[in-house]
C-alpha cells in the first residue's frame, strides 16, 4: 500500500505542505518568537526531511535529534499542541484528508516529550 509520503503527494506535496506549515506560523503569534533566531531555509530543508522520513518517505533525516534542537527552548504543552493545531490548518490548506491527516498526527504525537519541557 501507498506510503503516508506518497498519500500526501510525495516530495511535491510534502514541500506544499511544509510552505504551508511555515506560513501558519509566520502569522502566529504565540509560536513565532520562538523562531526569532531560526533560519527559515534551514527549518524549511530539515522539517522536510525529517517528515519524509516519519512518513516512510526515501529520506533519512541525519540532522540533530528532537532532544538537541528544541532543549533550551522552553516549550510548553500549550506551545506543543498550538503547533499542532498549525500543522492541522496546514494540512486542511493543502487538502490532506482527515484520515491522513489522523495517521500523520500519530507518528508526531510520541515526539511531545522529546520536545516540551526541556
Ligand atoms: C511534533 C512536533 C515537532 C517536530 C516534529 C519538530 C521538528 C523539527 C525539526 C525537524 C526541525 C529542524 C531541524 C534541523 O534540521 O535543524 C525543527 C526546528 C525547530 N523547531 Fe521544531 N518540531 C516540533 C515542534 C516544535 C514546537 C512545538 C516548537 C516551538 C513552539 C518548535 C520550534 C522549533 C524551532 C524554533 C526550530 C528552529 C531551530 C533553529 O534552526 O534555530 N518545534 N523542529
Redesign the pocket.
Known amino acids: 500500500s501507498p506510503s503516508l509520503y506518497q498519500q500526501i503527494g510525495a516530495e511535491a506535496g510534502a514541500e506544499r505542505l511544509v510552505d504551508a506549515f511555515i506560513n501558519q506560523i509566520g502569522n502566529d503569534a504565540q509560536?513565532l518568537p520562538?523562531?526569532a533566531?531560526?533560519?527559515v531555509a534551514?527549518?524549511r530543508?530539515?522539517?522536510l526531511?525529517?517528515?519524509c522520513d516519519?512518513l516512510d518517505g526515501p529520506c533519512e533525516?541525519r540532522?540533530?535529534s528532537?532532544v538537541q534542537?528544541?532543549t533550551g527552548?522552553a516549550?510548553k504543552e500549550a506551545?506543543?499542541n498550538?503547533?499542532?493545531e498549525l500543522?492541522i490548518a496546514a494540512m486542511d490548506e493543502v487538502g490532506i484528508s482527515v484520515p491522513v491527516q489522523n495517521q500523520i498526527l500519530a507518528r508526531?504525537?510520541p515526539?511531545?516529550g522529546e520536545?516540551?519541557k526541556i
Do not use: C, E
Open positions: 509560536i520562538f523562531f533566531n531560526a533560519s534551514h527549518f530543508a530539515g522539517f526531511t525529517h517528515m516519519v533525516y540532522g540533530d528532537m534542537i528544541h527552548m516549550i506551545d506543543f498550538r503547533v499542532v500543522l508526531l504525537a515526539l511531545r520536545i516540551i
